[in-house]
């Protein structure tokens, strides 16, 4: 596949359910990053991943959140017992590399609606 | 602290005129990238162009420039000749390459070409 890639594109769920979000990366890229978008405002950063180094999970909102990454390839945020507050699109990032000119490339997001 | 400030809300301009969009930022760290993203109402995030901190020209790709003023800590964005297809929300984000290298983005600024 040419570009980032996030499954599912929308996920309905009811208040008190856990998600799985997935995104698949560009091929080769090291650096994988999750981000938040609520309605009409900018990017939150969540979480990110750098190769096989531990990742940062300083962006994480609470312990409901986690994401995973099996090397340098697929990654799932998981949100477990889902509020209504985590209604957002999430976004997943891939980048080459983390020194220099290395822009991220964007999946489409996943819009997630907890009702 | 990591900062990045987007004071514009909305503008609007007319086809084929040019416009400023600002960014200002703050970071302690002497090496920093730079970016700014399109993410038109599809919701897709485009990558426009990138500043390196050490850069001493400012970045240029197609219509788009980066107004790079070190000092004053501000990189705005230039679109020239606007488009309509041009309609769409600016983020600006940067990138500290030795604290962490995540990506901190801007509230972005809404962007309106008149006909």
């Known amino acids: 596949g040419a570009g980032v890639s996030q499954s599912p594109s929308n996920k309905v769920t009811e208040k008190g359910k856990d998600v799985e979000l997935r995104c698949d990366p560009i091929s080769g890229h090291t650096a994988l990053y999750w981000y938040r978008q609520r309605l009409g405002q900018g990017l939150e950063f969540l979480i990110y991943f750098q190769g096989n180094s531990a990742p940062d999970k300083s962006g994480l909102p609470s312990d409901r959140f986690s994401a995973e990454r099996t090397g340098e390839s697929v990654s799932t945020l998981t949100i477990q017992r889902t509020q209504q507050e985590d209604s957002a699109v999430y976004l997943c990032?891939?980048?080459?590399?983390?020194?220099?000119?290395?822009?991220?490339?964007f999946g489409p997001g996943t819009r997630l609606t907890v009702t | 602290a990591q900062k990045i400030t987007q004071t514009q809300p909305g503008m609007f301009v007319q086809e084929k005129e040019a416009v400023t969009l600002d960014c200002t930022y703050d970071t302690s760290d002497p090496s920093y990238g730079l970016f700014w993203y399109k993410q038109p109402s599809s919701g897709e995030m485009i990558f426009l162009i990138y500043q390196g901190s050490y850069d001493q020209q400012n970045a240029t790709e197609g219509r788009y420039s980066l107004n790079f003023q070190k000092a004053r800590k501000s990189a705005n964005l230039v679109i020239s000749a606007s488009q309509l297809g041009d309609s769409a929300m600016y983020f600006c984000?940067?990138?500290?390459?030795?604290?962490?290298?995540?990506?901190?983005f801007g509230t972005g600024t809404s962007l309106t070409v008149i006909p």
């Open positions: 984000a940067m990138r500290p390459v030795n604290t962490g290298n995540q990506f901190y």
């Open positions: 990032a891939s980048s080459l590399k983390i020194t220099g000119r290395s822009e991220q490339y």
